[in-house]
């Protein structure tokens, strides 16, 4: 079952990313990246983790709400283009990982120059 899982996120993700290069509009979404998708075990449940390259709160609120309101589309556009029983209900999250991973290059850049 775990397998399955797998290959689904896999597939929301590509599809996802696809969706949002070419039918989503918004501009609050453009330099949006889909870095990874977590699906419950029944599918019923995808929680879509994004990136973007501004580090500006604002920024960060606009596309949250971009996504948040193109989910409809996102959502209809997965129904046509992956094929399973019931397509997931969508919640974007904004993946930390890369800030965290800014932050400790930031860190060992400073311990590197004291010495």
């Not at 453009?30 to 879509?48: F, M, R, S, Y």
């Not at 193109?70 to 930390?96: C, H, M, N, T």
């Amino acid at each position: 079952m775990k397998h399955r899982v797998g290959r689904v996120e896999q597939e929301v993700q590509r599809e996802v990313n696809d969706i949002l290069l070419k039918r989503v509009r918004d501009p609050r979404v453009e330099g949006v990246t889909i870095t990874g998708v977590d699906l419950t075990g029944d599918l019923q449940q995808a929680t879509i983790y994004y990136s973007i390259l501004s580090n500006k709160a604002s920024d960060a609120q606009k596309a949250q709400a971009g996504l948040d309101k193109a989910s409809g589309l996102i959502r209809r556009e997965l129904a046509a283009r992956i094929k399973i029983y019931k397509i997931p209900e969508l919640e974007f999250v904004q993946d930390e990982s890369v800030r965290y991973g800014e932050r400790i290059d930031e860190l060992i850049r400073q311990m590197n120059a004291k010495d």
